[in-house]
């Protein structure tokens, strides 16, 4: 089984429209992260948790919202999701500072 | 937000090539370097992690250097084949626990 597993993998959604992306991990990490990717940009980070109740927003946050339920779980929400929000959604996971981080599958986001 | 650029953005080599591509970072605060290896179709997976300066990992025809001094990595590909086509990423981590990365290098390797 994956060590980091994202939900849905992919989803197909109409502007206005409220999404989630779940991320859960059995690798036993206090350390979370959601990044976006798009063509050019490479990965750009979207929020970060140190552990259950530490949240911070990374460079693009604008739009976006997140929930560290458990350590095991940290999830993504697009309140009223738009078309420029379509992109590949990494999850990660790291055990502590500048350690190497370990990547979910992606989620495939469109947004019509 | 803090520049990490690669460079080539991409570039194309014939099997059997040696090849290098540049990871230029901030100076100051610096913790980490990391190298990603990212095919398509799949998510980036760890290379090297490097944390001192003057630092050299390898890992089978592919190694890395590190010089925080003047905020440079460089990682190099020693007989290029077909399966090394990917993108490679670095990503800085520094003193403010999060980590940047690069935008890639993408490398293509014609048989």
């Excluded at chain 1, 059995?26 to 949240?55: E, N």
Aim: hydrophobic letters at 30%.
């Amino acid at each position: 089984d994956a060590d980091v597993t994202q939900t849905p993998r992919n989803r197909i959604t109409k502007t206005g429209k409220r999404i989630m992306l779940e991320c859960s991990q059995t690798k036993g990490h206090d350390r979370m992260y959601w990044y976006r990717q798009d063509p050019g940009l490479g990965l750009r980070l979207i929020y970060y948790s140190f552990d259950v109740k530490d949240i911070n927003k990374g460079e693009i946050s604008d739009g976006y919202s997140v929930s560290r339920q458990a350590q095991a779980k940290f999830s993504l929400s697009l309140e009223s999701a738009i078309p420029n929000q379509t992109a590949l959604y990494f999850c990660a996971t790291s055990d502590s500072q500048g350690d190497e981080q370990f990547f979910g599958p992606g989620t495939r986001l469109t947004v019509l | 937000i803090l520049n990490v650029e690669q460079s080539p953005q991409s570039l194309h080599v014939q099997e059997g090539d040696s090849t290098n591509f540049t990871c230029s970072f901030p100076s100051s605060n610096f913790y980490a370097l990391h190298w990603y290896r990212w095919e398509t179709a799949k998510s980036p997976e760890a290379l090297f992690v490097m944390t001192l300066n003057g630092d050299e990992k390898k890992k089978g025809r592919i190694s890395a250097t590190l010089n925080t001094k003047e905020g440079y990595s460089y990682l190099y590909i020693k007989g290029s084949q077909p399966e090394d086509s990917a993108t490679y990423l670095c990503a800085f981590s520094g003193g403010y626990q999060k980590v940047t990365f690069g935008t890639g290098t993408k490398l293509q390797v014609i048989p």
